[in-house]
């Protein structure tokens, strides 16, 4: 295997992957009589994750600043465990009059990718960012404290395996960093309350599988539901009751590998 990964990089040839292989879930649902608020829920994680949770039985509060993309969702959910709310987290006047007064489990799965290195950065993308993915977060669960609380529930925040590894664009890494660094510290202000937190770390995501060299296992790019599900183990009592401050890595081992770093190498042309 090592020397067939070697001949990859070589080569530069792309493998081939596999098909995926999807295996049916429990019959039993992990999740019923609990209330999910799903951030970013009309992306492609988001929309995912609001899928599997109201497949294992809980209702579900979708918000996102897409209101073509929550009517989306809808239309494919078709249930009426699900509603849907604009809502732009880096707004706190729009989360402020946020319809939710009941939380089981947080998830927050919006957030921004700005694609810029420090030689073509500027301030308002290193705003974006930071705002987006980290102060955003930090507002909805500042208003949906009470009732995590009040129901002993569980903050699931989608990070990146770039949260600890570089991705070539720093304030991207910054702001996830930013993110797993707030688990944990909301994971020991809230262990007193029976509050977990914890992070789910994905690594190349994709709709429609492609061949990737960065992932070590299977060769290919991970379908969404493969993030939602790890973010249903952690939601699940029954799974996790004694979890929190953890991040679960779905990546196809592309950590190994250090990022993107090896096959996106800098050069002065960057600039």
């Not at 919006?110 to 705002?131: I, K, M, P, R």
């Not at 993110?179 to 914890?198: C, F, K, Y």
């Not at 190349?204 to 960065?214: D, E, H, Q, Y």
């Not at 890595?249 to 993107?260: L, M, P």
Request: glycine content about 6%; some cysteine.
């Amino acid at each position: 295997m090592i020397q067939r990964i070697a001949h990859l990089f070589r080569s530069g040839k792309t493998a081939v992957p596999s098909a995926p292989e999807y295996r049916p879930a429990p019959n039993n649902q992990l999740l019923i009589g609990q209330t999910a608020l799903v951030s970013g829920a009309a992306g492609l994680i988001g929309s995912a994750i609001v899928a599997e949770l109201l497949s294992q039985g809980a209702d579900v509060t979708a918000i996102d600043c897409d209101g073509a993309g929550l009517a989306a969702l809808e239309n494919a959910a078709g249930s009426s465990r699900l509603a849907a709310q604009i809502c732009d987290l880096t707004d706190a006047n729009q989360i402020a009059r946020l319809d939710a007064r009941n939380c089981d489990l947080l998830i927050h799965a919006a957030g921004v990718q700005v694609e810029t290195t420090a030689l073509d950065d500027t301030d308002l993308q290193w705003s974006q960012s930071l705002d987006a993915n980290v102060a955003g977060p930090v507002r909805l669960t500042r208003k949906m404290l009470p009732a995590l609380i009040r129901n002993k529930g569980s903050i699931i925040m989608v990070s990146s395996i770039h949260a600890a590894l570089p991705s070539r664009w720093a304030n991207y890494s910054a702001a996830k960093a930013a993110q797993d660094a707030t688990m944990r510290e909301w994971s020991i202000d809230l262990a007193p309350h029976g509050v977990r937190v914890n992070s789910v770390a994905p690594g190349w995501v994709s709709a429609v599988v492609k061949p990737s060299k960065l992932a070590l296992l299977r060769q290919q790019t991970i379908p969404p539901e493969y993030i939602a599900r790890a973010v249903t183990v952690l939601a699940s009592d029954y799974y996790s009751r004694f979890t929190t401050g953890s991040v679960v890595s779905v990546d196809a081992g592309a950590s190994h590998y250090s990022g993107r770093v090896p096959f996106d190498l800098p050069t002065a042309k960057d600039g």
